[in-house]
């Protein structure tokens, strides 16, 4: 019996030393989001792109991840506010580590490491953290889980909001229960569209849509009313169809924006309104 156990307790910590953190930034890799009490939301590695400080980020469409890129141990998110990146998630760390600190919108954010172990997931036993991006300020949190080639797996907020992976597709493979892909259909529109986004006024998400006749890059930037870029949804080349994007304005103040779709000689901006 103490031998055995000796046997199980080394096998767990040879798998845990083995541990890479992998996050699964591969285009054409999607999650499906459960929200409560009864929708769901999908976001999807749609391409790359080379940003200002020469690095190559991928572009998740939706509210989950923006532009995104994994160096080692860590995963970088391209802030439009600070207009640099910022580390959300470090796998090389253990409870209570501090990982990252960032200042956003005059305050400072901890991302600590509030646990981390294995879990099953799809079947499969893996190995989780759960990260906490805490304001040193205010009560804003938000507390992620993500599963080591899977990604993230809940999403909660101080703000009430709770997200839970009910599926997935990683590299051609398809985990759990998806039961529609929002982000494109195939079939083709006759013509440019932008349409105006819903629920509008929203809070604290919403949906963006818009069709394409033909394949282009397509650019979606969110802008305040002074102008100035808020945040860049989309930089990326898009096939023919109905696209949707879904915009979460986390970190938003209350207030009026505009977003612009620029598809190749296309252009158009709408209005829209973020009530708190």
Do not use: C
């Not at 699964?24 to 929708?39: D, E, F, I, R, T």
């Not at 769901?40 to 890129?69: A, C, E, H, P, Q």
């Not at 080639?149 to 590299?171: M, P, W």
């Not at 102008?227 to 986390?250: Q, S, W």
Request: no cysteine; aromatic share 12%.
């Amino acid at each position: 019996m103490a031998k055995t156990l000796v046997i199980a307790l080394t096998l767990f910590i040879i798998a845990r030393a083995e541990a890479q953190g992998l996050y699964p930034l591969h285009a054409g890799n999607l999650w499906q989001y459960s929200v409560w009490p009864n929708s769901y939301v999908s976001t999807m590695v749609i391409g790359d792109t080379i940003l200002s400080n020469g690095k190559t980020y991928v572009i998740l469409s939706g509210g989950f991840g923006g532009l995104l890129r994994q160096e080692e141990t860590r995963v970088f998110q391209w802030s439009d506010y600070a207009n640099a990146e910022r580390v959300v998630y470090d796998f090389a760390g253990r409870t209570g580590d501090t990982v990252a600190t960032a200042a956003r919108l005059g305050d400072t954010v901890d991302v600590i490491v509030l646990d981390y172990g294995m879990a099953d997931m799809f079947g499969r036993t893996l190995n989780t953290w759960r990260f906490l991006e805490q304001s040193r300020h205010t009560s804003m949190y938000i507390l992620r889980t993500v599963v080591d080639s899977i990604g993230v797996s809940t999403v909660q907020a101080e703000v009430g909001d709770f997200f839970g992976l009910r599926g997935a597709i990683i590299d051609g493979v398809q985990y759990g229960i998806i039961n529609k892909i929002h982000e494109a259909n195939h079939q083709i529109p006759g013509e440019f569209v932008l349409y105006q986004n819903y629920p509008n006024p929203f809070n604290p998400t919403t949906t963006i849509e818009f069709q394409l006749p033909h394949s282009a890059f397509v650019s979606l930037i969110v802008f305040n009313v002074l102008g100035r870029e808020v945040t860049r949804l989309l930089a990326a080349d898009l096939e023919a169809g109905t696209h949707r994007v879904l915009l979460k304005a986390g970190d938003f103040a209350s207030g009026v924006y505009y977003y612009r779709l620029t598809a190749g000689h296309f252009v158009d901006t709408k209005r829209f309104i973020l009530l708190r």
